[in-house]
């Protein structure tokens, strides 16, 4: 299985820390060429770019940003000349009390869809246009969550809205693209051990996810990246609008 993704272009978003960067590592381990998007850690987007080589490259985009977003996808096309997988990968989890003021509230919940949602389906737009335009046999790979179909504490309701919207998108896709060869997945994680987790941890203690799961220990972001690469290969086609489960357990659908 060494290099089975040599010289494939790939974009991953948010793939300076957490679930992206494994993402970006090990598919670059499978010989693929990455475009590291990432926010505001330039530093750390270099780190993860030290790790992919070949003929891998970051780029800097806030996803809050329509103009951004679009520029991320058009630098992405001018460096590789061809795309033939995207990851939208990025997201935030913003912890905002429905009992708080009204104004934080709704700014939190449009925050979290311009970037869980709005910026998701934007990139898949443009994907899907590349691929068309180009025929390519594309794939699209969305990273949801377990929220999207268990639901998430009254803290998080926008971030679990906003990944049942990606689930239905990534649907859409599949089942209206499939005779033009391109491909759409969902992956649902439950709780992974990064940075974005960390406040809930802080909030709840990590106690209450372990008691949640079935495994013994929480699901890293390296648990999540072999599946990923799978996916891209293309030796699962016939699971496109499908969603993959890595929950440890603690949602079986």
Not at 17 to 29: D, E, S, T, V, Y
Not at 38 to 61: D, H, P, R
Not at 102 to 111: A, I, N, S, V
């Amino acid at each position: 299985m060494e290099n089975y993704l040599q010289n494939k272009n790939i974009l991953v978003t948010g793939a300076s820390r957490g679930i992206g960067r494994a993402i970006a590592k090990n598919l670059a381990n499978a010989g693929a060429n990455i475009a590291i998007h990432y926010n505001q850690n330039t530093t750390k987007a270099k780190e993860v770019l030290k790790k992919c080589g070949n003929n891998s490259f970051i780029l800097q985009a806030d996803l809050t940003n329509a103009k951004d977003v679009k520029r991320l996808f058009s630098d992405t096309i001018d460096r590789f000349g061809k795309l033939d997988v995207i990851i939208n990968n990025a997201g935030i989890a913003i912890h905002s009390d429905p009992l708080d003021g009204d104004d934080q509230w709704l700014t939190d919940w449009l925050k979290t869809m311009v970037i869980n949602l709005n910026a998701t389906a934007f990139l898949c737009k443009k994907a899907i246009s590349h691929f068309l335009q180009n025929s390519i046999s594309g794939k699209i790979i969305n990273i949801s969550s377990r929220a999207a179909f268990r639901g998430d504490t009254r803290d998080y309701l926008a971030y679990a809205a906003s990944k049942g919207g990606v689930i239905s998108l990534t649907r859409s896709i599949a089942r209206a693209y499939g005779k033009n060869n391109i491909v759409a997945f969902n992956i649902a994680p439950g709780f992974v051990r990064t940075d974005m987790a960390q406040q809930f941890f802080d909030e709840y203690g990590e106690d209450l996810v372990l008691n949640d799961i079935a495994n013994n220990k929480l699901t890293e972001p390296e648990d999540i990246a072999p599946l990923v690469g799978f996916l891209a290969s293309g030796q699962a086609d016939h699971a496109t609008g499908d969603t993959f489960h890595i929950n440890a357990g603690s949602y079986l659908h």
